[in-house]
């Protein structure tokens, strides 16, 4: 268990470190799930453990331990004004991210360094990964989102000027040419975007789309790969 010092908002990330008992050197996994660090699946940290990797656990913004107690003073986003002053939850997430992929990077006993976000964790991860640059690897879980639903966006992805940008379209875009997974994409993903930009950048061959939930195994096969 460590704390990464989350510098820009004065605060620290609680984190968990798992590393393989005769690891000195390896490639290093930032798996971001709700969960946060103490909710990760046994069996499959196991698996990536066995494989030689390196994994980090954190809490993100109001997740795990970063849940405000009862009667913790609460933010009210329909406050008046409230994104003039205040990052919004997703926002702050995704600056969490970056804040531990950073840190995670640049220790000695890192080569290699691959983003995994799995449940909600998949979209954090998405947008986070454009202000990544250390990170070389996404695998992350798409929740078959339906990019034209207003409502998703209204909800905890709630960013203002997210979609004029482009959402999620473009943070995939930016991480052309790095190594892609993207999974459970759903029926309606336009894939367009995706495969051009990687094809611009001459890296089609590190893209990887899958409409459903892949198997554990297929995910760990692919992260601890190196291309």
Same mark, same amino acid.
């Given at each position: 268990t460590l704390v990464i010092r989350?510098?820009?908002?004065?605060?620290?990330?609680?984190?968990? !470190? /798992?590393?393989?008992?005769?690891l000195k050197r390896g490639p290093a996994v930032l798996w971001i799930d709700r969960g946060g660090r103490d909710g990760l699946p046994h069996p499959e940290l196991a698996l990536l453990l066995q494989k030689g990797l390196?994994?980090?656990?954190?809490d993100c913004f109001a997740t795990g331990?970063?849940?405000?107690?009862?009667? +913790? %003073? $609460?933010?009210?986003?329909?406050?008046?004004?409230?994104?003039? &002053?205040?990052?919004t939850d997703c926002a702050e997430r995704v600056y969490d991210i970056t804040v531990a992929a950073t840190w995670?990077?640049?220790? @000695?006993?890192?080569?290699? !360094?691959?983003?995994?976000?799995?449940?909600? =964790?998949? !979209?954090?991860?998405?947008? +986070?990964? %454009?202000?990544?640059?250390r990170v070389d690897a996404l695998a992350a879980d798409f929740g078959q989102l339906d990019l034209s639903d207003d409502q998703a966006f209204a909800g905890e992805? &709630?960013? %203002?000027?997210?979609?004029? +940008? =482009?959402?999620?379209?473009t943070s995939l875009v930016l991480t052309a040419p790095r190594r892609l997974f993207l999974f459970n994409t759903g029926r309606r993903f336009d894939e367009g975007p995706?495969?051009? $930009?990687?094809?611009? +950048?001459?890296?089609?061959?590190?893209? @990887?789309? /899958?409409?459903d939930l892949p198997s554990f195994v297929e995910t760990a096969g692919w992260l601890a790969s190196r291309g």
């Open positions: 989350a510098s820009a908002r004065g605060a620290s990330l609680p984190a968990v !470190l /798992h590393r393989p008992a005769s390196q994994v980090l656990s954190l331990s970063q849940v405000p107690l009862p009667g +913790a %003073p $609460a933010r009210d986003p329909d406050a008046d004004f409230f994104e003039t &002053y205040n990052r995670l990077a640049s220790r @000695k006993e890192t080569r290699g !360094l691959a983003l995994f976000g799995t449940g909600e =964790g998949g !979209l954090w991860s998405l947008l +986070a990964a %454009p202000f990544a640059p992805l &709630y960013t %203002p000027c997210l979609r004029r +940008a =482009g959402a999620f379209t995706v495969t051009g $930009a990687d094809r611009a +950048a001459e890296a089609v061959a590190q893209l @990887k789309l /899958h409409r």
